[in-house]
């Protein structure tokens, strides 16, 4: 196989972390040893970084800084789920340690296991990208993981109390809405008219689930030969919810070679390249594994399309005001405007 790890590289500057605090802080909760760090290069929220402890390797997850939406970068809620989860699910990484206070590395981490394995962020390998049976597999394992994440028993796991499930659509909507006005910046017509549309036709909630909220390729880990899943990541979004509105996010993620240029170049991953599936197909797949049903998925591809929109405006945001200086952030606008128009289309045809 042609195919590589995901490899760490030393931190981007300003993204650096105290070396010396956070080896006394690992001597304290794991025993003594060297400690160096690296940083992964992906994403745009939460910080993540390699740590070599003792002659391990440990994941360290921290809140980026300048950040001051604290519900979004939440370390705790991510130690608590996957205390509860990693047990019952086994692509949840087990967390070994939390640091709450914000006193070693100047805000909340959280430390768990390293999963090896590849994470396909652009393209598959060339080796597999002919084979278009094997392509078709790998979109399989990613819906397959969906639907048994969302099979979890989340109350016998311990998370009965992890959510409010109860108006969690209504809530998603309103939220992500007020969210959108409190970080603007420009007018986008798309997104309001979005918007709006989504608090004229919310659905009812369906059966409540534990929901990831961000269940796509570069945030899943497979074993070098891509026959199955080993990780799944960054569950700073997770609750339990409406897990169609999960289905919704990860169908905003997927572009097809059907879609508008504009919307095909933006970074998400392989979901174009001849042998994946369709967003149709996905939707099939995880009605069919699932059992669940729904007569508006329009509703929930067009809402995930804008709360990624709003996502992004939020990280422009930052940047706009000099929170941050990291410069993959300066041209994220043009997402909003792409992710936005793209859900106004979605809903003026009324398919995904």
Not at 62 to 73: I, L
Not at 194 to 214: K, R
């Amino acid at each position: 196989m042609s195919v590589v790890e995901d490899s760490a590289r030393p931190p981007r500057p300003g993204e650096e972390l105290d070396t010396a605090k956070l080896s006394a802080y690992l001597a304290q909760q794991l025993g003594p040893g060297d400690t160096s760090v690296a940083q992964f290069p992906g994403g745009h929220s939460n910080l993540t970084y390699l740590v070599h402890h003792g002659g391990r390797e440990y994941v360290l997850r921290r809140p980026p800084f300048g950040s001051k939406v604290k519900s979004a970068h939440d370390m705790g809620r991510e130690y608590t789920v996957l205390s509860s989860l990693s047990p019952v699910y086994d692509r949840a990484p087990k967390p070994f340690a939390y640091e709450a206070t914000g006193d070693v590395l100047g805000a909340p981490f959280y430390l768990m296991e390293r999963r090896r394995g590849v994470i396909l962020r652009k393209e598959v390998p060339a080796d597999v990208a002919g084979d278009l049976t094997r392509v078709r597999g790998i979109c399989e394992h990613l819906v397959d993981a969906l639907v048994d994440l969302h099979a979890v028993d989340y109350t016998a796991a311990g998370l009965g109390d992890f959510g409010k499930p109860a108006g969690y659509i209504e809530r998603q909507v309103t939220g992500w809405s007020k969210r959108y006005l409190d970080s603007q910046t420009d007018d986008l017509p798309a997104v309001t008219e979005v918007a709006a549309w989504l608090a004229a036709h919310m659905p009812a909630d369906s059966a409540p689930a534990l929901i990831h909220n961000d269940f796509k390729f570069d945030n899943v880990i497979f074993d070098p030969g891509l026959e199955r899943i080993t990780g799944v990541l960054d569950w700073e979004m997770a609750t339990v919810g409406d897990p169609l509105m999960d289905l919704g996010t990860s169908l905003s993620y997927w572009a097809e070679a059907s879609d508008p240029q504009a919307f095909y170049q933006l970074p998400f991953g392989p979901t174009a390249q001849p042998g994946m599936m369709t967003r149709k197909e996905f939707a099939e797949r995880y009605f069919a594994r699932s059992g669940r049903r729904t007569e508006n998925l329009v509703f929930y591809y067009a809402f995930g399309l804008f709360k990624t929109a709003v996502v992004l405006q939020q990280i422009y945001y930052r940047w706009r005001n000099g929170a941050t200086t990291d410069p993959r952030f300066a041209h994220l606008i043009a997402g909003v405007r792409i992710l936005s128009e793209q859900a106004r289309a979605a809903i003026a045809r009324g398919s995904v």
